[in-house]
């Protein structure tokens, strides 16, 4: 098994030739990718008054399961941090809502996709983002910084998913919201390693964690209020589907049928700092 610098760095690699190929007009690669290969194609994320403006590239680079921003209340003035930012599509959007007075930070490790981000954001004119480059388990970024913190299928990417919330909270204002789209385990039996392989098939290279795990390590980090809503189960068809196009079809053989059925699914997790 992989050493979680290992992971990091398959996880970097893969998303330095999304932004590689996206930047010099091709089609971004596919494999690996949670959005691409959970949820099918990225358009229907975000509705078109949302899209109003984004560079094309920026949604061409979109590796999301759902759309977090659209659960929350934006305002103008307000501060948020998109965890694991990509191609900027979440910070441009919010940039849209904070306006002149509001700031936006974008994080990622990845510096062909923070590079894609920055270009991005002057096409679309958003002077109120900023682009940092980091990792979402350290946080290079103050106490109490952000109103909103968001992230968009990029929690599941990380071995220390506790630290991640830990940081998540630290930096988020009192009073603040945490509210992301993630990929979960509906069902028993499929915990962090027990399920790592199944869960590769959507993309998810460090593994998956159940809705109760999940809700038990936001109240540790300190978050109130901890809601998790399921938005979409993915039934047997679709893994057979994309663990076939993905040659992991073995990942499948040691659960019965009806074990991955809908065991998996995109949820929105979100809580609040008191």
Do not use: W
């Amino acid at each position: 098994m992989a050493t979680n610098e290992g992971k990091r760095e398959e996880v970097r690699d893969h998303y330095a030739q999304v932004a590689s190929a996206v930047g010099a007009g091709a089609a971004a690669p596919t494999e690996g990718a949670c959005e691409s290969s959970c949820c099918g194609g990225n358009d229907y994320l975000y509705p078109e008054d949302m899209k109003d403006g984004l560079p094309v590239e920026a949604l061409k680079v979109s590796r999301g399961c759902g759309n977090p921003l659209g659960e929350v209340q934006l305002r103008e003035g307000m501060t948020v941090l998109d965890l694991g930012s990509g191609g900027g599509i979440d910070c441009l959007i919010a940039a849209q809502e904070v306006g002149a007075a509001g700031k936006v930070y974008g994080l990622d490790m990845t510096d062909e996709m923070l590079e894609l981000a920055k270009h991005n954001a002057a096409v679309a004119g958003a002077e109120n983002v900023e682009f940092v480059k980091g990792f979402i388990e350290d946080i290079p970024l103050p106490d109490d910084l952000a109103d909103i913190v968001t992230s968009n299928c990029v929690i599941n990417l990380s071995t220390d998913k506790p630290q991640v919330l830990r940081e998540a909270f630290r930096v988020l204002k009192p009073g603040g919201t945490f509210m992301v789209a993630d990929i979960i385990a509906l069902k028993d039996g499929f915990d962090e390693e027990a399920g790592l392989e199944a869960a590769r098939i959507f993309g998810c290279r460090s593994g998956v964690i159940t809705q109760q795990a999940y809700a038990a390590m936001m109240e540790q980090a300190g978050f109130a209020d901890v809601q998790i809503r399921v938005f979409k189960k993915y039934s047997l068809e679709r893994m057979r589907e994309k663990a076939r196009q993905k040659g992991l079809s073995h990942a499948m053989e040691r659960y019965a049928d009806e074990q991955l059925d809908k065991a998996f699914g995109g949820a929105f997790i979100s809580g609040t700092k008191r």
